[in-house]
């Protein structure tokens, strides 16, 4: 069966990006560890223009999302456009392949350094060794300035791609998505109950990633799960035997459902959940006290990783506003970016405001996060605000 539920969100996968120069042979040696065409080659420079990706199966790693970038050294306003969103993909690579085509490897070894300083691992490589005369040269430079063996490949040939492959499994981040979502609240045997309103934001017949997620995880963790909508909630607690271990509600309802919860239940939110799965809950819950400090000249970033159409209700768009600016003050500057866009200017902020994140990596949610760290500016995320605004965030388990 291929249906939505059983194919791994992207999110979850590993994300293997590829670097180098127009014409450096990246389209074709993806296609030759795919052994699909995944990326339209050509011998005419910048024929890769947005980024190109594609989920896969790559024995050894798992499910993984290959990314196709545009050369780095693109010309033009165009291409100064092509390098921007090439930067934007180091943002949330887990795993870099560099390619060496010519002699002067000034432009590599920079984005070499910028990977790096990341903390990303970096694969170097020399392509097109079935026709680059400059190999010896290429190899001692590449070992010089990186400190590492370069894999020589052909995309022609297939030479050295079964040691890229290698390579790529070898350079697996350890700690990639290990964790669970749910950590220790709850092990085998624990009950488990699910609040889960269907607004707006969830589609009809279909539940939102978040949930689905976690169900899986209780589901595999062998919990005895229990699912409702709030409506339902004194309901499903008087027809329990015992009060469930765990409560996972959407943050919209934390204060109905703390309300009315058992004293020995714990009580979390998905996106809370999400908080500390994929970001720094620590940093997120210590954001958060920055809305005490908030007037109404204060300006807030709130950051939202879906690109839908504005809807009715919308957490981001409407509820969030309306409750800081009723706590605030009617005056207080509220910004929305959506999808990748993180803007340019966070100084002008006092808070961020970040979603669940759950259409994202976590290594491009620690890269947003490490931008607010650097600049000093607080950062929470909405389940995290929402309990703080509900005056239970220090009862909140995560």
Not at 60 to 82: H, N, S
Not at 119 to 147: F, G, M, W, Y
Request: charged share 25%; hydrophobic share 40%; proline share 4%.
């Amino acid at each position: 069966m291929n249906s939505n539920l059983n194919n791994t969100p992207t999110a979850n996968r590993v994300h293997i990006a590829f670097y180098g120069k127009r014409n450096s042979g990246k389209s074709s040696i993806i296609n030759a560890i795919t052994g699909q065409m995944v990326s339209i080659v050509s011998d005419v420079a910048g024929t890769t223009t947005d980024p190109v990706y594609k989920p896969m199966e790559i024995s050894g790693i798992g499910p993984c999302m290959i990314i196709d970038t545009a050369g780095f050294d693109d010309i033009g306003e165009l291409g100064e456009i092509r390098v921007q969103k090439t930067q934007g993909v180091a943002e949330k690579t887990d795993i870099a392949v560099l390619l060496f085509s010519e002699v002067d490897i000034e432009q590599e070894l920079q984005w070499y350094e910028k990977l790096r300083l990341k903390n990303t691992p970096v694969i170097t490589v020399i392509s097109k060794v079935d026709e680059n005369a400059h190999i010896v040269e290429l190899q001692e430079a590449v070992r010089k300035n990186t400190k590492t063996e370069p894999v020589l490949v052909s995309a022609k040939t297939k030479e050295g791609i079964p040691l890229l492959i290698e390579s790529l499994i070898k350079n697996v981040p350890d700690d990639f998505e290990l964790e669970s979502i749910t950590g220790t609240l709850v092990g085998g045997g624990d009950c488990v109950l699910l609040v889960m309103p269907q607004d707006i934001q969830a589609p009809k017949g279909r539940l939102i990633l978040p949930q689905v997620q976690v169900l899986r995880e209780l589901l595999d963790k062998k919990c005895l799960v229990m699912s409702i909508t709030t409506d339902k909630l004194e309901e499903a607690l008087a027809c329990m035997k015992e009060p469930p271990k765990l409560i996972i509600t959407d943050s919209q309802v934390f204060k109905t459902v703390y309300e009315k919860k058992p004293k020995e239940s714990k009580l979390t939110s998905f996106s809370m959940l999400y908080a500390a799965y994929k970001g720094d809950i620590d940093y997120y819950k210590e954001g958060a006290k920055a809305i005490a400090h908030l007037t109404e000249q204060s300006k807030v970033l709130i950051a939202e990783c879906c690109t839908h159409a504005p809807l009715k209700e919308d957490i981001g768009r409407e509820k969030l506003p309306r409750m800081l600016r009723n706590k605030i003050g009617q005056g207080l500057t509220i910004d929305m970016v959506s999808g990748m866009d993180f803007g340019t200017n966070l100084e002008q902020y006092d808070l961020i405001i970040q979603c669940g994140a759950c259409m994202f990596n976590r290594k491009y949610v620690t890269a947003r996060i490490g931008q607010a760290k650097d600049k000093q500016i607080p950062m929470s995320n909405y389940g995290v605000v929402l309990a703080y605004l509900s005056g239970i965030l220090d009862s909140i388990s995560v």
